[in-house]
């Protein structure tokens, strides 16, 4: 896992929405320009301190929307979708990262790491190196990145 960087796309997308976001009071979570089958999606996920609801996402999608129009950012067709990021959202930036230091985290690993392909413990922090954590037993762990598939909140049913 590396940290994620934006493609050039993704970086005229958020640099262009991110005032928007935030003078809603929306923190923009992330950007994400992909293709699925012949279609391209613009995603755009949002986060607040009070959750993120449907009409949440409404109220962002219209001046999201109309920014988009106006500046024609990508010049090919898609589809815009403005959401939540999730409760069990992926940590992909160094921000998310800091802003998520003390919660739990799944870790899924690339190959078995002490016999475990996947772990749940404390988030501690995050470096270009690796990923720190406290394990249930208050051992604190780092992990290497290239180790790691992915890194999301957890949150137990």
């Known amino acids: ?69 106006e500046q024609d950012p990508i010049s090919q067709s898609y589809t815009l979708e403005v959401g939540s990021a999730g409760l069990e959202r992926e940590l992909v930036k160094e921000e998310h990262f800091e802003v998520c230091e003390g919660d739990m985290v799944r870790i899924r690993f690339i190959r078995s790491v002490d016999g475990e392909k996947e772990i749940v413990a404390v988030l501690s922090g995050a470096d270009k190196e690796g990923v720190s954590v406290v394990m249930d037993d208050g051992s604190e762990r780092k992990f290497p990145l290239a180790d790691i598939a992915y890194v999301k909140l957890y949150f137990e049913i």
């Open 1 to 69: 896992m590396k940290f994620k960087k934006f493609g050039a796309t993704e970086q005229k997308v958020y640099d262009l929405i991110r005032p928007i976001t935030d003078e809603l009071g929306y923190f923009l979570w992330d950007v994400c320009y992909e293709k699925e089958g012949a279609l391209w999606y613009l995603r755009i996920f949002i986060d607040s301190d009070d959750g993120i609801t449907i009409a949440d996402c409404e109220r962002a999608n219209a001046p999201i929307n109309d920014i988009m129009d």
